[in-house]
């Protein structure tokens, strides 16, 4: 009989022992799985970030890292005048001419954060000409020498991203989304030899587009910048008055999707 509950006794320990053994062997197979998963879902969270996690990272001693600030001057004059012979058109002839576009413009920005910077553009422009010409002369013989001159204010808030071209600290690529405020005015005489007509118009605009471009750094923190306008949207309203009475008001509203390459715009830029 002891026998008997010695050997039930010892029956018992070892089907203890096995069960033990066995119930481990389940948890570490259930638990293998969830491991895996973890690795899994921290791979899925390094690759949600998309394409602009695989951009180069800006570091604290460049350019364009947050904290920054940016700053330049754009200044541009186009100055025209005819020769001592008289210029052929389709329709006449320019006797005399000779006139000018001048503006000048100061920019600035703060990097809130890396590579992407915002700021204002502020600007002065201002146009005139004076032009003696004949046109239709077979058909109306119409002689005028005619005088304009404008003055121009602009403000132009501007968002600015940057991105890093093969890992480099001295070559970017950027695109400014920006929106400008103008307001001008000017005044036109016309002299046709018998009477004389003076017009005068007052114009406020407001402009929004984008525009890529390249930014090289041919100094320690000081770059070149060109940029092309690649989408804008516009709106002008124009009050015209004619020899002291008001005569019209004009409003043009227009989008462009086109690239004018011919209109490039150059900066000199400070990073400090």
Not at 17 to 41: C, I, M, R, Y
Not at 75 to 97: F, K, M, P, R
Not at 100 to 112: D, K, N, S
């Amino acid at each position: 009989m002891k026998r008997l509950i010695l050997s039930v006794f010892l029956l018992c320990v070892c089907a203890a022992f096995a069960f033990g053994a066995e119930a481990d062997s389940l948890v570490q197979k259930n638990t293998a799985p969830a491991k895996d998963s973890v690795k899994q879902v921290s791979k899925s969270e390094q690759s949600s970030g998309g394409l602009l996690d695989a951009l180069y990272p800006v570091y604290p001693d460049e350019a364009i890292s947050a904290g920054h600030i940016q700053g330049g001057a754009t200044l541009s004059l186009i100055q025209a005048n005819t020769e001592d012979d008289a210029l052929n058109i389709i329709i006449g002839d320019v006797y005399e001419g000779e006139g000018y576009m001048f503006t000048v413009e100061l920019f600035g920005g703060y990097f809130i954060k890396d590579a992407l910077a915002v700021g204002t553009h502020l600007g002065y422009s201002r146009t005139w000409f004076d032009i003696d010409f004949s046109i239709l002369e077979d058909i109306a013989d119409i002689k005028q020498r005619r005088k304009y001159v404008s003055n121009g204010f602009f403000a132009q808030p501007f968002i600015k991203n940057y991105m890093k071209v093969l890992d480099s600290k001295n070559l970017y690529l950027f695109n400014e989304t920006s929106v400008k405020v103008k307001y001008s005015y000017g005044i036109s005489q016309t002299d046709d030899g018998e009477e004389i007509e003076k017009t005068r118009n007052k114009a406020w605009s407001i402009e929004a587009g984008i525009n890529p471009g390249l930014c090289i750094m041919v100094l320690n923190r000081f770059a070149f910048e060109t940029s092309v306008g690649l989408l804008g949207l516009s709106s002008s309203v124009v009050e015209v008055e004619e020899n002291g009475e008001k005569h019209s008001k004009l409003v043009f509203n227009m989008v462009n999707f086109t690239i004018n390459l011919l209109a490039l715009d150059f900066s000199l830029v400070y990073f400090f």
